[in-house]
């Protein structure tokens, strides 16, 4: 029997102008560049201002040729033409002493054999969302989920991380090999899988790998020879398989020089005496407005009658698309000032000196509780975006640290923790490197009590291999 029945419940829905507003937050400079010419060739009713102040500038430029400079006066230079035309192709000051070799990016590579794979073309763009999040060793850090999060917002199309993982690992197959690849250990597997599996060697390798890693991190050979029935002599030829493997697949030329990819920050931070000026980079708010003539017609189209309703509808709407996308460029700039301001008044000090020591623990969560604003925005509006200070550009990401208390109570930032293991593995002896319990030692002496494992959980971070592997490739 049909019947029915009234019920009510509380629904949240999320409109297409928040989606669109949260990703304009996740945009970094060139990004919102590119997004803001997109929308002035779309939209007749958004302009942008030009700058005249750069064109009266120029006009009236020192080293300009005015009108009235004749001939008399640039016509008997002694300088000979052939030396000022040479000097207009190669500065004789600047000659390489050597060839320059262009050295391919592996990411424009991988994309170029992306394209001769059996994939549909309206696919490619997972292709090259992937490839783009490799970081400079060819890893991918972020999990499947978030991954699918960030394109499912910024295509506006629904992605299914299992739909990524199979991406992922028809890319670990092209060239360079592995690329794609989730940590250190997943790499070195792939290249043992590829060898001869009847090798002992290999063998036992790929059961240290993904049976016993953990020892091999904690560098307990006793147990590993224990639990694999192996001699001194095999344990070593097993360990010097692992210490030959390439351990990132992204292998920069070192005979090769290479362009250092540029990088356009999103905030300026100037040191004034005792003062931290913050700026953006480039605002863009300020330049964009709503076309005058635009607005003429959606007036006189009102009070017009002969004038249909499909017309009106048009006009308003790009008038309101206009005035929404100002609103929205002006709130993302007035929250990234604002979360900016916040991590300035955490970290002055180390904006203020440049100091890696002085890098003070700080989540998201404390920038959101300061600011007034959802965790979800602070991650957006920091993600991907770099501050020029003056000792060097900054990625905001490495600024949010986990903290550890020391032995005099103070909570120190674990990017200082880690900075320390890395200059203490720097200045060992080469023959006879620290173990794990060593550098938990020597970090007690320096006033700092952690566990062995967050120990060897840093030095992976650093992509730095076990006392024994670094003792067999010195």
Known sequence: MLKQVQTQKQQHTILPQQI?????????????EQRIQDE???NPALEELNSGDEAETDKFSKDTIQDFQGWDEYGYDDIPDYKTEYNNYLNTEKVPDRPIAEVPDPRDELKKQCRFLDVPE????????????????GFLEQDMDELASQISFKKKVWIEPEELEGIVRRLQELDPFGAGCGSVQEYMLLQLKRMNGKR???????????????????????KLKKQLGLEDDE????????????TRPFNPETNAMQANPSILPDFTILDEGDELVLSLYRQRSSNLHISQSWMEMVQEASKSTNTDRSTRQYLRSKLSSAQWFINAVQQRESNMLRIMRAILDIQYDYFKFGDILLLKPMKLKDIADKVKVDISTVSRLTCNKYAETPFGTVLLKDLFTEGIVNQEGNNISNRVIQNIIGEVIEAEDKKAPYTDRQLVTILAQKGYSIARRTVAKYRELMNIPVAQVRGLWN
Do not use: M, W
Not at 235 to 246: F, G, P
């Open 20 to 32: 669109e507003l949260l990703n304009l937050f996740h945009l970094n400079t060139l990004e919102l």
């Open 40 to 42: 002035l060739s779309e």
């Open 122 to 137: 309206e696919k490619h763009y997972l292709f090259d969302f992937i490839i783009d999040s490799l970081n400079e060793s």
């Open 200 to 222: 002992p060697d290999v063998r036992h390798a790929i059961g240290i790998l993904q049976e016993h890693f953990q020892d091999l991190r904690n560098c307990n050979l006793e």
């Open 235 to 246: 344990i070593r030829i097993v360990l010097n398989l692992l210490a030959h493997l390439s």
